[in-house]
């Protein structure tokens, strides 16, 4: 009954490669989030969807490319992988943009 | 645009101490302020949060946070630390009503260890 998911939890990969992260809120909010956390815990809003339309897009590299198929299922897209792409990579939900977001456990990317 | 500092990377302190993280923000208008906890390898989770009326805001573990307009400060303090509560402690800050393309501002985040 986990509130938000995501998957893989881990994730080592080469430079070049591409991959996808999935996530999902089972809490029936409309707006979901991306946010990168880097290795300072520095944490940085990437992209939100409200009501599975893209309505925030950070100055984010377009190798970047979030994916909503439905309002509970937010996966993010990486193409060509670079080192600096190394991160911990949250989803977070809320029932609208101004209120508690609650927090994936986060997948932590590894390139090589 | 807001921004929230949080002044205090680590803050190290003893069992059973109190504890007062420090948390600063900027905007022009209202916002609302919360504080969320990051234990070791997890996602963030809601500690309390600040929307309106009392200034004071407790959480269910001890902790509280007094939102202070005139010193535009959200501090978060527990009068007595334990263990478990070694984690990163963020303050953030959005102003409300603006759009759905409102964003949640982080500070940079205080690091709390608590030893014996």
């Known amino acids: 009954d986990t509130a938000v998911s995501q998957t893989p939890k881990y994730l080592v990969t080469q430079m070049g490669n591409d991959k996808s992260i999935k996530c999902e809120q089972n809490l029936g909010h409309d707006t979901m989030y991306w946010y990168k956390q880097d290795s300072k815990k520095f944490l940085k809003i990437m992209f939100s969807?409200?009501?599975?339309?893209?309505?925030i897009n950070e100055t984010v590299p377009n190798r970047f490319s979030p994916k909503s198929p439905d309002k509970a299922h937010l996966n993010l897209h990486i193409n060509s992988l670079e080192l600096g792409d190394s991160a911990v990579y949250f989803c977070?939900?809320?029932?609208?943009?101004?209120?508690?977001?609650?927090f994936g456990p986060g997948t932590r990317l590894t390139v090589t | 645009a807001q921004s929230v500092t949080q002044l205090d990377s680590q803050v190290p302190v003893f069992e059973e101490a109190p504890v007062e993280l420090r948390c600063n923000y900027s905007?022009?208008?209202?916002?609302?302020l919360f504080w969320y906890v990051q234990y070791p390898n997890q996602g963030l989770q809601l500690l309390l949060k600040?929307?309106?009326?009392?200034?004071l805001v407790e959480s269910i573990n001890g902790f509280e946070a007094e939102f202070n307009k005139s010193q535009t400060s959200f501090h978060l303090r527990k009068p007595s630390v334990h263990i478990s509560d070694t984690a990163e402690y963020f303050c953030?800050?959005?102003?409300?009503?603006?759009?759905?393309?409102?964003?949640?501002?982080f500070g940079t985040g205080t690091r709390l260890q608590v030893t014996l």
């Open positions: 953030a800050v959005i102003v409300p009503y603006t759009g759905t393309a409102s964003k949640l501002t």
């Open positions: 905007s022009s208008v209202s916002v609302y």
């Open positions: 600040y929307l309106s009326g009392s200034t």
């Open positions: 969807y409200n009501n599975k339309e893209l309505i």
């Open positions: 977070a939900s809320a029932t609208g943009p101004y209120y508690e977001q609650y």
